[in-house]
């Protein structure tokens, strides 16, 4: 997969060592402190063959939607972006293949967001989170890299 941003790449190459010779890596192959480099710009999401749900919602998440969803549904993000983002999670949970966007942002028009959707399983198949990084560009947004 090409992920043309250098932190996100980077983020990347970091999941698909933790898969070692399994499909998918689980969610508790990754300690907390070693998501260090990416603080601020991680967010997972529990359940997602159920109701998609935050975990961690980072800094980044929090600036780029204007509010904290930690702990809460992914379908709380305003209708526009709930539908799309819920669209890639799935997609994501089914395909069982990291997805990477990079899109204009619908809430702050003057910033693109790159995102990386990489699908967990503690059994090494069926997908139980999804660990997804985000990064601006453009404007002055502190969550630029």
Same mark, same amino acid.
């Given at each position: ?15 698909? *060592? ?27 999401? #529990? ?43 799935? =997609?994501?949970?089914?395909?069982? #293949? ?5 899109? #204009? ?5 003057? *910033? ?13 198949? #069926? ?8 990064? *601006? ?7 630029? =890299?």
């Amino acid at each position: 997969m090409d992920v043309p941003h250098a932190k996100l790449r980077a983020l990347h190459d970091f999941w698909r *060592t933790r898969a070692g010779g399994r499909i998918l890596p689980s969610r508790l192959d990754f300690l907390p402190e070693e998501f260090a480099p990416w603080m601020g710009h991680i967010a997972d999401v #529990q359940h997602p063959s159920l109701e998609m749900r935050f975990g961690l919602f980072g800094a980044a998440f929090v600036y780029v939607n204007n509010m904290d969803l930690s702990g809460r549904p992914v379908a709380e993000l305003p209708p526009p972006v709930s539908a799309m983002i819920l669209a890639d999670y799935r =997609g994501c949970v089914e395909s069982r #293949q990291p997805l990477y966007t990079c899109r #204009q942002s619908v809430n702050r028009d003057w *910033t693109h967001i790159h995102r990386i959707v990489l699908p967990c399983a503690s059994d090494g198949e #069926q997908v139980d989170k999804l660990i997804v990084g985000l990064y *601006t560009e453009g404007g002055k947004s502190p969550f630029s =890299g």
